[in-house]
Each structure stands twice: as structure tokens, then as C-alpha cells.
């Protein structure tokens, strides 16, 4: 099990990210849009840079939605390794089956 408190700072970076998610991809657009003139790519490159970094959805980490670990994360499932092998093996995960050969 993780942290709390960094499974509460990811929860606060998410909404973060998605308060300025609009505002930066429209700078971001300006930005590369060819037909924008030079100063007001200045302006947006300025306004880009003064918004907070944390805002950005690169700083985001996947962690497992049961126990909070940011390692060994399995995206199709959102869990991580340890927490999806338990969860087969008690078969609460429907579809997944154990190989044996």
C-alpha cells in the first residue's frame, strides 16, 4: 500500500491538469499554428511559461487504483502487478485465467 498523502498529491495533480488542460492546448496551438505572428507567439510562449508546472499532464504518474503503487502498473487493467495477481487469483477479474501448459 502507498502513501496516503502521495496518492492524495496525485488526486490533487490531476485536478491541476485538468483546470488548465484547455488553456494549454490552446497556447500551445498558437504556438505552433505557422500563420501566427511573431509577437503574439511571444505572448503565448510568455503565458505557457508562467503557468504552473505541476498543471503540465506529463507530471502525472499511473498508480494501481487498489493499493496506490506507481511501479508495475498494468494499464489495460489499472492495477499493479502484485495487486492483479491476487485479484485473478481469487478470480475476481473476469476473462483472466491462469496458463498452465
Known amino acids: 500500500m502507498a502513501k496516503k498523502s502521495k496518492v492524495v ?13 484547455m488553456l494549454r492546448k490552446e497556447l500551445r496551438g498558437l504556438i505552433k499554428n505557422p500563420n501566427t505572428p511573431d509577437d503574439e507567439k511571444m505572448k503565448a510562449i510568455e503565458k505557457l511559461q508562467k503557468l504552473p508546472r505541476s498543471s503540465n499532464s506529463i507530471r502525472l504518474t499511473n498508480r494501481c487504483a487498489v493499493s496506490g503503487r506507481p ?20 478470480g475476481e477479474l473476469p ?3 491462469k496458463a498452465s501448459w
Open 9 to 21: 498529491r496525485e488526486n490533487h495533480l490531476m485536478k491541476k491538469v485538468e483546470k488548465y488542460y
Open 71 to 90: 511501479k508495475g502498473y498494468m494499464r489495460k487493467f489499472g492495477l499493479s502487478r502484485i495487486t492483479f495477481r491476487e485479484l485473478a487469483l481469487k
Open 95 to 97: 476473462g483472466v485465467t
